[in-house]
């Protein structure tokens, strides 16, 4: 080793020990390499000194670290090499040197290809990490870099390193500290009662933490047809409602994928999958750069975001199951007070009140209309009275809350009632016949927006039919339709057997 060389590393060894006692103690690496390059600037009289690391992506250079002269125009730029005088730096891992006695207005960003002011220079490359650099730029006394500032900073490039290493790794181990305080937490602030809701607000705050800019959650709706937003924060980056086909990438449902949006952002999609099934998808909104390092897994984050989605479709899954389960259970106990209730009715009006009472105890709606059929005078279809298939009208008898509109709504048959499911178990029509009589619905009466109605029937007897109408746009469940479907049947039953029956179908 050269004379020089020794005398830098009888100025660099003291350093080394305290350094390394620093990060022995608990120092933040990253701020402690702030403290090393500011220090390097200093022995060799530079006007600026930066640390370049390679993004993501390997096509390009961020300037990680920069202390200085320009600091806070160059700290976060990133370039191409071949933008900079430090290709062959970079490139090759090549040392690189730089004195140009006529430039006049010494300036940090003449590193940046194309620019003035850059009059001296000197660069070496990281060990372990190609494409990396430790650079000095413009010495204070107009004079060019010497051999031993380019040999104190081949001294001390390990340690910056040793020190982005252990960076990364303390971002590393901080995301899953976290991810797993918020794992254990998690049965504490679900609280006793499972739900979709508590599910939501317990996952928002850790996806706000990982992606600031935009997030949100979709799931599929009772049909599977569409995704439905239940959770969005940030830049609206998706719409309400999503449809499957829509999503430009073929293997969304089984692999993240990054959707372009118009607002400059990238929507970074996670499929929420359980048990095989898909429940919807988990969004977070990035900018291009943070989308390459997603991509690539090399973000802190990305792993936490996999495996944050698995935790998601678990949590919602059960939660969607003990709501199922709930409301299932809500509809028996009320199912059960009606039955014990219809063996205590005598008429048939009071019969007619306690079957629209609980029809909106069942399925919440504005209104409950129930008709009775009466077939049309026609000696043709008279043998067939009281047949399903025998042209019938249905009159109203029933409404509640009172309406004029729907006391004088009188349509022509069953199923031309909006809303109408003959069975919940069976489709409508088949949709490809647009004819089909099942097809051509009657509009909503009284500027209601949904309907719900299902037959009072049992086997070849049809009694009428009973109708639930809402003042706003709902979609009902497959849970709701189900149980309203046993309240008409055990009414029905009941109807049956009434003696008032055979009186009230003869008017």
């Given amino acids: 080793m050269a004379n020089s060389e020794w005398q830098v590393a009888g100025r660099v060894r003291p350093e080394w020990d305290s350094w390394l006692r620093r990060l022995h103690g608990g120092a933040d690496p990253f701020a402690l390499l702030n403290d090393v390059l500011e220090w390097a600037r200093k022995q060799t009289a530079a006007q600026t000194a930066l640390l370049l690391i390679p993004a993501r992506g390997g096509q390009e250079i961020d300037f990680v670290l920069v202390m200085g002269q320009g600091a806070e125009e160059l700290r976060g730029l990133r370039l191409r090499p071949e933008e900079t005088v430090l290709d062959e730096l970079l490139q090759k891992g090549i040392p690189w040197r730089y004195y140009n006695e006529g430039e006049q207005v010494p300036h940090s960003r003449g590193i940046r290809r194309g620019f003035k002011g850059l009059r001296s220079g000197v660069g070496v490359p990281l060990p372990g990490m190609p494409g990396s650099a430790l650079v000095l730029v413009n010495h204070r006394q107009h004079e060019p870099f010497t051999e031993e500032d380019e040999a104190l900073l081949l001294q001390i490039a390990p340690f910056f390193t040793l020190g982005m290493h252990l960076h990364a790794l303390k971002q590393t181990l901080e995301w899953r500290e976290h991810a797993l305080g918020w794992l254990c937490q998690l049965p504490k602030q679900l609280g006793e009662e499972l739900s979709l809701q508590q599910v939501l607000q317990v996952v928002e705050p850790i996806l706000r933490a990982i992606s600031p800019l935009a997030g949100g959650i979709w799931l599929y709706d009772e049909e599977r047809t569409r995704l439905l937003c239940t959770l969005r924060y940030g830049t609206p980056l998706l719409p309400e409602a ?98 014990l209730r219809l063996g205590e009715t005598r008429t048939v009006e009071a019969w007619l009140a306690l079957l629209a009472e609980n029809a909106l105890r069942l399925v919440p709606a504005d209104c409950c209309v129930i008709y009775f059929a009466r077939n049309i005078d026609d000696p043709l279809t008279r043998m067939a009275r009281y047949s399903p298939t025998a042209i019938q009208r249905l009159q109203p008898v029933w409404v509640a809350p009172p309406e004029d509109v729907l006391l004088n709504h009188y349509p022509d048959v069953p199923y031309s009632l909006p809303g109408w499911v003959y069975a919940f178990n069976a489709p409508l029509a088949a949709p490809d016949l647009a004819h089909h009589p099942q097809n051509l619905k009657e509009p909503l009466p009284g500027g209601f927006q949904s309907a719900l109605a299902v037959p009072l029937q049992l086997a070849e007897q049809a009694f009428g039919a009973l109708l639930l109408l809402t003042t706003a746009p709902r979609e009902f469940t497959l849970a709701e339709v189900e149980a309203l479907f046993m309240l008409a049947n055990f009414g029905a039953l009941h109807l049956q057997a009434s003696s008032e029956w055979r009186t009230i179908r003869d008017i």
Avoid at 264 to 286: C, E, I
Avoid at 329 to 339: N, P, V
Wanted: hydrophobic share 45%; net charge negative; proline share 6%.
């Fill in 242 to 339: 999503i449809e499957p086909a829509t999503l430009p990438a073929s293997d969304w449902q089984d692999t993240p994928c990054t959707i372009p949006t118009e607002q400059g952002l990238s929507a970074n999609l996670f499929p929420l999958q359980l048990a095989g099934r898909l429940l919807g998808v988990l969004m977070v909104g990035t900018r291009e750069k943070e989308t390459a390092e997603m991509t690539e897994g090399r973000v802190p984050h990305s792993l936490t975001l996999e495996t944050l989605a698995g935790h998601v479709a678990l949590l919602i899954g059960y939660a969607l199951l003990h709501e199922q389960l709930a409301r299932r259970a809500q509809h028996l106990a009320i199912l059960y007070e009606f039955s």
